[in-house]
């Protein structure tokens, strides 16, 4: 007989989860996204969690932490109504669906309180992901972190559309 795999479960961020939220940020970044971003620019990425503004961001948005056993695995942000600004789940839980968790929970909540549609500066590891969910491509941008340029690209969903 298999054992039952542990159910993820999602609760609020917590000022004391920025440790554990710092490092699941720097492991998904450096394992997931190698094939997309050169090594320079993952570590300006990654050096991001360092900050001070790191933890105030979390906190200012609307985070939520998704938990394996009561372990975080994973988290993502919701920036006022309609705008997701973080999504990462660590590399050993990948493709366990524990993003479509916290996409669908986002969702939800970007809808309960009055957008109609929800938008994302996605990575370009992230983006097959959102586009999986039904978010499109609307334009491509490049950002400066720790003096590394880095392209994302603006996706954008209709809520409450079908996928
Ligand atoms: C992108 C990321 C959040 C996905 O997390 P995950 O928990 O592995 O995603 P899920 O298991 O919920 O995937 C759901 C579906 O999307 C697909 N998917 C996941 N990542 C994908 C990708 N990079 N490209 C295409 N499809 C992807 C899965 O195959 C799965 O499809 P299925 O339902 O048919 O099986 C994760 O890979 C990550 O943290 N990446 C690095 C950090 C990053 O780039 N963050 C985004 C910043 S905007």
């Keep these: 007989m298999g054992q039952t795999l542990p159910k993820p479960a999602l609760r609020p961020f917590l000022p004391a989860d920025v440790p554990v939220v710092a490092a699941i940020f720097a492991s998904a970044i450096e394992e997931l996204t190698g094939d ?9 990425w990654m050096a991001a969690a360092e900050e001070d503004e790191f933890g105030r961001r979390l906190a200012s ?16 942000s919701l920036r006022g ?3 997701i600004s973080m999504l ?3 590399p050993a839980v990948s493709g366990q669906g524990i993003a479509t968790l916290l996409v669908d929970a986002l969702e939800k909540l970007s809808g309960g309180r009055g957008a109609t549609s929800l938008t994302v500066d996605a990575s370009d590891t992230a983006q097959g992901f959102f ?4 978010y499109t491509a609307q334009q491509r941008n490049s950002v400066t972190i720790n003096d590394e340029w880095l392209a994302n690209t603006t996706m954008k969903k209709t809520l409450g559309a079908p996928q």
Excluded: M
């Design 88 to 90: 990462y789940v660590h």
């Design 81 to 83: 109504n309609d705008h």
């Design 36 to 44: 997309d971003y050169s090594e320079a620019q993952q570590e300006a």
């Design 61 to 76: 948005d609307l985070t939520l932490v998704a938990t394996l056993d009561g372990s975080p695995v994973g988290f993502a």
């Design 131 to 134: 586009a999986k969910r039904g």
